[in-house]
């Protein structure tokens, strides 16, 4: 089975920007979940979506949003870009349904705002 | 917060067993231990997960204490490509969104 993609891998915005980044489960997962890392919080959970619908939301502001589509590929978008979001997306999908709830994580999008 | 306590840093010799503890002294009954590992930049790996018993896969061991307050992940024979960040996870099926919180994890470098 392929694994997780996300695209882009490398991203540089300014700030006052908007971006959109994507993400492919493993086929047959339907949960996908979006965490950002930085060197100074570590990884912190964003949102999770389960058949198209947010079942979870982590601390973060309203600028940052996703959707999940019917073949359970999911977009996240960032709003007006700040520098403090540059970091390490990372998505994560699992089967979602039952616990325990084993995630295969994606290689990420390196996001640079300046 | 995390709910599981572990060192940030440990040191294991090239083809001698790495165990890696980890406390969780709130866990709840119905709560899953998971633990992943991160190399340098890249995506988080799944590595193992055990509830009550405890498991073996062909990437390590979980051992589960009976009163399930700690753990310890065991990699048989650690070589370099073992050097990463080992993160230590609780999350139970009443966390329906499944929002894993990641600690600052253990940072285990094996050494030649």
């Known amino acids: 089975k392929a694994g997780v993609t996300q695209t882009p891998r490398y991203l540089i915005k300014t700030r006052g920007q908007q971006v959109t980044l994507s993400c492919s489960p493993i086929s047959g997962h339907r949960s996908v979940s979006w965490y950002q890392q930085t060197p100074g919080q570590g990884l912190q959970f964003l949102f999770e979506y389960f058949s198209e619908t947010q079942r979870n939301k982590g601390n973060f502001p309203g600028r940052f949003s996703g959707r999940q589509f019917s073949n359970s590929r999911s977009e996240m978008n960032v709003s007006t870009l700040e520098l403090g979001d540059s970091a390490l997306y990372l998505c994560?999908?699992?089967?979602?349904?039952?616990?325990?709830?084993?995630?295969?994580f994606g290689p990420g999008t390196r996001l640079t705002v300046t | 917060d995390a709910k599981t306590t572990q060192p940030p840093s440990m040191d294991c010799a090239e083809g001698r067993a790495a165990n890696l503890p980890c406390n969780h002294s709130?866990?709840?009954?119905?709560?899953?231990v998971y633990w992943y590992r991160q190399i340098h930049s890249q995506g988080p790996q799944y590595i193992i997960h055990g509830l009550k018993n405890n498991e073996t896969n062909e990437m390590a061991s979980l051992i589960i204490t009976e009163d399930r307050k700690s753990s310890t992940l065991i990699l048989p024979h650690a070589t370099l490509r073992d050097t990463a960040v080992y993160y230590c996870i609780v999350s139970g099926a009443d966390n329906y969104g499944q929002n894993f919180v990641f600690g600052p994890g253990t940072r285990l470098s094996v050494l030649p």
């Open positions: 994560a999908s699992s089967l979602g349904q039952t616990s325990p709830y084993e995630q295969y």
């Open positions: 709130t866990i709840s009954g119905n709560e899953y």
